[in-house]
């Protein structure tokens, strides 16, 4: 039986959709495809592979850390990052005007020759999470080294997002001396906060656009990939495109109690009061809708085995027993509803006094659809009047709209995915992260995310251990960003 197929079959338990499918899926007479032959990757003429490797071991050697407290930040670090894109990049630094935001990000322009058609921007950030203390000595090789060992460039930003920054400068740089005129005005907009929420960065970057009357006809961050495979949708590469993404929000609970010596305890502590209200959000989610998937369904459907595609491609009957299979997995259930994450508690300040007040912070990922008040709403409903529910400071946002990858700017964003990765599907999906994208939310018309990478079913250690880029990768990564750029911006 197929991995795919066992699980699905667990995971439907004993319902009568599970059983037909187990039933299927478990039969050992059924004959694969054939597999379609795969044409080659349209790689840019003249691509130096070797180039982006080296840049990216210096992009990755320059510790640019961000931290939540902003000032344990180092802005040198920063200015660094802004020396090696100057030096390394001269064209660039020669042809596109360039702008310094805030004293950390950069915006340049590169002006096209039509100047009534709408520009795009290609967006990247410099800046990385922290490495997680004590965990240095678990990297294969050092977080920050670049080094090159069994096919990887390891560390911290090679994925998230150096690689992309400078595959983009690369591409911009390579087509500037190849004598490339665009039509259409490219920004390239580096942020240098979007790990910590881009409020210093990436928003000032669009508001100073917006404030200019940019309209980009669209924007791609990132935000997708290349996957060797989807567990129970496609044991083949698919090419995620971000069409949509989660809204974010954290909240603050807090109960309240008399106080008082330990020996004497009330039937409920303030503690006890706040640990059943996070009892009650964990056990009471918010509602699925498995139907926000049918786009992304319908593009990876000719992947799927047989049976399973018969149950995923007729959701409005099957949905239920859908919604059972994917909420099964906390990757798959996260596509399908707005999540709820218990991050930090707080209570007491001596084993043996009673606690006056208990605190606990939730983040909600929120999906398309719903909003912050539908969340504050729902947690209000569930946590009742003994728990007070405030926002926490400023970390509110709803999801990000989405954008077809059907329009005319999506089909030239799928369609330079699909020169350079030809063997995987392209497939449009919502990310349950948050970006910078969103900054850019009131004036961009399309806005996509896509990393020109390969990725395993880890992410490649994003935001964790062993972060990495395929070597592999290096010659399509920046022939993505060319072929992009001479798609949307030709005469």
């Known amino acids: 039986m197929r991995k795919s197929a066992k699980v ?15 039933r299927f899926v478990s039969s050992t007479n059924d004959v694969p495809p054939t ?29 640019t850390t961000v931290h939540t407290d902003r000032t344990l930040n180092n802005p040198a670090a920063m200015l660094a990052m802004h020396a090696f894109i100057a ?14 935001v805030n004293g950390q990000s950069l915006l340049y322009t590169w002006e096209g020759t039509d100047p009534g058609a709408a520009p795009i921007v290609l967006m990247a950030h410099m800046d990385v999470v922290p490495v997680e203390p004590g965990t240095h000595d678990d990297w294969t090789v050092g977080p920050f080294s670049g080094a090159v060992v069994d096919s990887h460039l390891w560390g911290r930003g090679s994925l998230d997002d150096k690689g992309p920054l400078v595959a983009i400068l690369e591409a911009v740089e390579h087509l500037l001396v190849d004598g490339f005129v665009p039509a259409r005005t490219v920004h390239l907009a580096f942020g240098h906060d979007e790990e910590i929420g ?20 669209f ?21 995620l495109v971000k069409t949509a993404e989660k809204g974010s929000l954290s909240v603050t609970l807090t109960a309240t109690g008399g106080g008082g010596h330990s020996s004497i305890p009330p039937a409920s502590t303030a503690a006890g ?89 939730v983040n909600f990922r929120i999906l398309p659809g719903d909003t912050v008040d539908d969340v504050l709403d729902h947690v209000r409903d569930v946590v009742g009047s003994d728990i007070d529910v ?10 990000l709209r989405s954008s077809s990858i059907e329009s005319e700017a999506g089909s030239v964003v799928a369609a330079a995915v699909a020169d350079t990765f030809p063997e995987a599907v392209v ?56 072929r992009l750029l001479r798609l949307a911006t030709h005469e």
Request: charged fraction near 20%.
């Open 87 to 100: 030096d390394t990049y001269p064209k660039v630094a020669e042809r596109c005007t360039r702008v310094v």
């Open 390 to 399: 405030a926002i926490r400071g400023d970390h509110a946002w709803g999801p």
């Open 35 to 63: 597999p379609l032959p795969v044409p080659d990757p349209v790689l840019e003429p003249g691509i130096d592979g070797q180039a982006f490797l080296d840049h990216l071991a210096r992009a990755v050697q320059i510790d």
């Open 273 to 361: 009061t706040l640990a059943r209200a996070l009892v009650a959000l964990e056990s009471t989610p918010m509602p699925s809708r498995v139907r926000v998937l049918e786009d992304f369904v319908t593009a990876v459907a000719p992947r799927m085995d047989p049976k399973v595609r018969a149950l995923m491609t007729n959701l409005r009957v099957m949905g239920p027993a859908v919604t059972k299979l994917l909420a099964s997995k906390p990757t798959t259930d996260a596509l399908i509803r707005t999540t709820t994450a218990i991050t930090m508690l707080s209570a007491g300040v001596k084993d043996n006094v009673l606690p006056q007040e208990a605190t606990a912070v």
């Open 427 to 482: 497939a449009p999906w919502t990310l349950t992260g948050a970006t910078d994208s969103r900054h850019y939310a009131s004036m961009a018309q399309d806005i996509y995310g896509f990393g020109p990478f390969t990725l395993d079913a880890g992410m490649s250690g994003i935001h964790g251990t062993d972060e990495r880029v395929r070597v592999a990768d290096a010659e399509r990564a920046v022939s993505f960003y060319c």
């Open 8 to 22: 699905a079959a667990v995971a439907l338990g004993a319902s009568a959709a599970a059983a037909a499918i187990a």
């Open 219 to 239: 924007v791609l961050d990132e935000g997708g990939g290349v996957v060797d495979d989807i567990p129970m949708m496609s044991e083949l590469p698919v090419a």
């Open 198 to 217: 881009g409020a210093e960065g990436a928003k000032l970057i669009a508001e100073g656009l917006e404030t200019r009357g940019v309209r980009p006809w």
